[in-house]
Each structure stands twice: as C-alpha cells, then as structure tokens.
C-alpha cells in the first residue's frame, strides 16, 4: 500500500500547475494530500489500495467477526494512545499489521504497532472505526459490507503535521 501512495503523492505534486517558492513545502504538500486524497478518499482513491484496507477489515466470515472486532478495537487504542504493544500471538494484531493500517517498530523497550502513516490515520480515524463496527456487529454473514464501500469519508483535514514527523508515507 505504502508503495502506491508514495507514487500517487509525487504523480500528485509533479501534475499541479502551480509550484510553491519558499518555505511553505509542508503545508502545500498537506494541502494537496487533503484535497486529492483524504476528501472522499472513495472516489479518489486512484489505484484503489485504501479500499482494499478498508476491505481487509469488513470482508468476513461469521468466524472473523470477532477477530475483526477486536483488530478495531486494538486500532483505537492505537489512534488514541500512538501505540499499542507487539504480542505475537494475539491474533487482532496480526490482522492489523497485515490489513496494512500499522506497521510494528522495534525500541529498546519491544516492539509496538503504530499506524503506518498520517494518510492513514487522517482516512481510517475514529469515524470509520465505529462505523465499521456497527456494521460489523449488524452483519450476520454479509461477506460485503455495501454499506461502508459505498458511502462516504468525513475525515478531517490533516493537522498538526509536525506531530509525527516522516509519517507521511
């Protein structure tokens, strides 16, 4: 995933007419970002790997419900707290770091998930999680939850761009 959103990110910057001068980089290549890809990211989702996250989550068996559940509701505390701790044998866990939404990072201290990118973050936000979860809780073997991949994001712009540094992609 991360490979196609840097090719659209650096396609994006080289297709605008208008090349900023000076030191604004930061704040005109969050702008961009935004309006191409975070708004309504379902229809700008240029080679269609954020809906393949999206249905990494939501495309289930009645058997997955669970561990599904239990992967959003890891991914929560993720996004409230930055990072959860590794445990390789937790399942949910698995699930996250597969759908692509966290990569694990190594310290002194172990091993955590954290989410991949501020792209990610800013898409897959507390709106979608507890969206994903009333389907998935409503759902008794809808393999395809229409509903979620027809509708729509109302995710925020993204802020705070200095709050993690070279997350972007």
């Avoid at 991360?2 to 000076?22: A, K, M, N, R």
């Avoid at 969050?30 to 191409?36: F, H, L, Q, S």
């Avoid at 229809?43 to 239990?70: F, T």
């Avoid at 897959?124 to 939850?145: A, H, Y």
Wanted: a negative charge.
């Amino acid at each position: 995933g991360q490979p196609f959103l840097t090719q659209t990110i650096c396609h994006l910057l080289v297709s605008q007419d208008q090349i900023i001068e000076g030191d604004d980089w930061e704040n005109y290549i969050g702008n961009i970002i935004t309006d191409k890809i975070i708004t309504n990211w379902r229809i700008q989702d240029r080679q269609s790997h954020l809906q393949e996250i999206e249905n990494s989550i939501i495309r289930i068996d009645n058997n997955q419900k669970n561990d599904k559940l239990a992967a959003l509701a890891n991914y929560q505390i993720i996004l409230n707290q930055g990072s959860i701790k590794w445990d390789e044998k937790d399942t949910s866990q698995w699930e996250l770091l597969i759908s692509g939404l966290v990569i694990k990072e190594v310290t002194q201290t172990g091993g955590y998930l954290t989410v991949a990118n501020r792209i990610y973050e800013q898409i897959f936000n507390l709106d979608w999680i507890r969206g994903v979860q009333n389907q998935l809780n409503l759902s008794k073997d809808n393999p395809v939850l229409d509903n979620i991949s027809a509708g729509t994001s109302s995710s925020p712009p993204i802020v705070d761009l200095e709050r993690s540094q070279g997350k972007m992609v």
